[in-house]
């Protein structure tokens, strides 16, 4: 069975960069990253099934790296908890529940900037804050598979990508 460290360094990574992806994984239950590392061109969001964010963003090799180094953990799993990093250096909003408890845990959720989402696909609702403001929308059985904003902010900016491909959120009816 592989490591950490030589899972990172089959990727071309440090072994702090994969304990740091790691510990990531763990908080994300090994279905969502959210990262900021040097080696991974600083902060960051992965999700299984394809969604990869970094933030050299032009970087088309290293996000391949980043993606398949994330992908190859997600399905390790240490005996021992991963070392945590220390302090709040993430860039992210960690354990702020912004949405209403009563929707319960969503199946996804990620923010970054002034944008933050959260999908509860058990009562069909995604919830999208922009600059401090809640919009809810009705998905339906729609599944979204990932949450990203444009370049000009702004709610018309946000586009989602689904069972159906691409959609702008403003496709959603607002519930």
């Known amino acids: 069975m592989s490591t950490i460290e030589e899972i990172a360094a ?3 990574f440090s072994a702090d ?3 740091s992806a790691y510990a990531a994984l763990q908080s994300g239950g090994f279905s969502q990253a959210q990262f900021n590392h040097p080696e991974f061109g600083g902060m960051g969001q992965w999700m299984s099934g394809g969604m990869m964010m970094i933030g050299d963003m032009f970087n088309e090799n290293l996000k391949w790296r980043v993606g398949a180094l994330l992908s190859d953990l997600s399905q390790h799993r240490e005996p021992q908890p991963a070392m945590a990093p220390q302090g709040n250096n993430w ?7 912004w949405w209403p408890s ?10 970054q900037n002034d944008m933050a989402y959260a999908w509860f696909p058990n009562a069909g609702k995604l919830l999208v804050k922009l600059s ?3 919009f809810s929308f009705d998905t339906g059985n729609l599944s979204i598979y990932g949450v990203q904003q444009q370049q000009g902010g702004g709610i018309g ?3 989602l ?3 159906n491909g691409p959609m702008g959120l403003l496709g959603l009816n607002r519930a």
């Open 10 to 12: 089959r990727h071309g």
């Open 17 to 19: 960069a994969g304990r």
């Open 91 to 97: 860039g992210f909003a960690q354990s702020s529940t």
């Open 102 to 111: 009563e929707l319960g845990s969503p199946a996804s959720s990620g923010s």
């Open 132 to 134: 401090g403001d809640v």
């Open 157 to 159: 900016s946000v586009v």
């Open 161 to 163: 990508n689904t069972s």
